[in-house]
């Protein structure tokens, strides 16, 4: 059973930094792309950032673009999301997501607040 479970969300002021991790267990990530999505209050899912874990190109939302970095680890089979220059826009939970060409396997989320 695959699993994903994200950490790294809390509280930062606007202009702040903070990196998500997405551990992910139950099978390798080869041949699935890997995707952060978030959720605004009120507002549905929206895509973030996504990544083909075999070949490591990556495609971003142009809300975040030049702010917001995905990468991976292969050996620990995790995808993180660096997040600098945050405004308070941003304030959401952010989920990430993976799969073999749709999204089939989501986490629980965490929150990012940030503060103006």
Do not use: H
Not at 14 to 42: D, M
Not at 54 to 65: E, L, M, P, R, W
Not at 90 to 101: E, H, I, S
């Amino acid at each position: 059973q695959v699993q994903l479970v994200e950490s790294g969300g809390g509280l930062v002021q606007a202009g702040g930094s903070l990196r998500l991790s997405c551990a992910v267990s139950g099978r390798t990530l080869s041949r699935y792309a890997v995707g952060w999505f978030r959720q605004a209050p009120g507002l549905g899912r929206a895509f973030v950032a996504d990544m083909d874990w075999d070949i490591g190109s990556t495609n971003y939302a142009s809300s975040v673009k030049g702010r917001f970095t995905i990468s991976r680890d292969n050996a620990k089979n995790t995808v993180y999301l660096q997040m600098n220059s945050l405004k308070p826009e941003d304030t959401a939970v952010y989920y990430c997501a993976a799969g073999p060409g749709s999204y089939a396997y989501w986490g629980q989320g965490t929150q990012v607040t940030v503060s103006s």
